[in-house]
């Protein structure tokens, strides 16, 4: 068994629940509109949001034109006349509250604190999530954070992790595994940037994408099976 000793943490329902909290900043949104979130208004939601993300994806558009418009455009579907990118910033307070841990995170970072070289390589604004990770009480565990918006780069951008693998001391390539629960962002960006894998899968998802991770999980505990040292000291 590979011996690791840096480990990199996507955050994302990785280690935060983001479904939970992209709802209820919806949730709070729409009530400001005088209005209660449904399903299908979720779903909508999540529909446009994603087809600008695409366009953002393949060059069409930039990333702010995805945050400043997809309310506007969502809204629109209402009737309703409102201020994207006011909404946006509304949307992103919202969306720094939201912290619910996903089930055995807490553990398992408490576990692994003392063995292991802990980081965060997450996609995303940094002061939400710097706010949702202190919230949460995994902060203090990690020895540095990493967010694309501060390196410029993006998962899975070889060029990120190049700019994180930079940024610790002693770094040794073969000893690094990135968890994840995307297999676009954090286990293509593992494979292209070389180190091992764990896809985090609870759903189950079937992985059609041509992308094959080290490991597969469907539960954050199983990472004790892949970290051998974890189970010689809890033993
Ligand atoms: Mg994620």
């Known amino acids: ?38 399903s299908e208004d979720e779903r909508r939601y999540k529909e446009i ?17 995805v945050l400043n418009t997809r309310f506007s455009t969502f809204f629109k579907q ?14 992103r307070s919202y969306l720094e509250q939201g912290h619910q841990l996903i089930d055995g995170a807490m553990e398992l970072i408490m576990e692994l604190h003392p063995h292991y070289e ?3 390589v997450t996609n ?20 540095k954070v990493f967010v694309s918006e501060d390196t410029g780069f993006q998962k899975p951008m070889k060029e990120f992790f190049d700019y994180v693998f930079d940024r610790i001391p002693s770094y040794t390539l073969g000893h690094g595994l990135i968890i994840g629960d995307s297999l676009s962002a954090d286990i293509k960006g593992g494979q292209l940037s070389g180190i ?12 059609q994408s041509g992308v094959n991770p080290t490991y597969e999980i469907q ?10 040292s974890m189970v010689k000291t809890s033993n």
Request: glycine share 4%.
């Open 78 to 91: 209402y009737n309703l006349e409102v201020d994207g990118s006011v909404l946006e910033k509304k949307y």
């Open 196 to 207: 091992d894998t764990c896809w985090y899968n609870p759903l189950r998802k079937v992985n």
């Open 118 to 120: 802990l980081y965060i």
């Open 1 to 38: 068994m590979k011996t690791y000793k840096y480990l990199f943490f996507d955050i994302d329902d990785t280690l935060l629940d983001f479904q939970a909290t992209e709802k209820e900043a919806l949730r709070s949104l729409f009530a400001e509109q005088n209005m209660v979130l449904t």
């Open 219 to 228: 539960h954050l505990k199983e990472i004790h099976e892949i970290l051998p």
């Open 124 to 143: 995303g604004v940094s002061k939400t999530q710097d706010r949702r990770l202190r919230d949460s009480g995994l902060y203090p565990y990690f020895k």
């Open 49 to 65: 949001n994603q087809s600008l993300w695409n366009a953002y994806e393949n060059g069409k558009i930039e990333r702010d034109e």
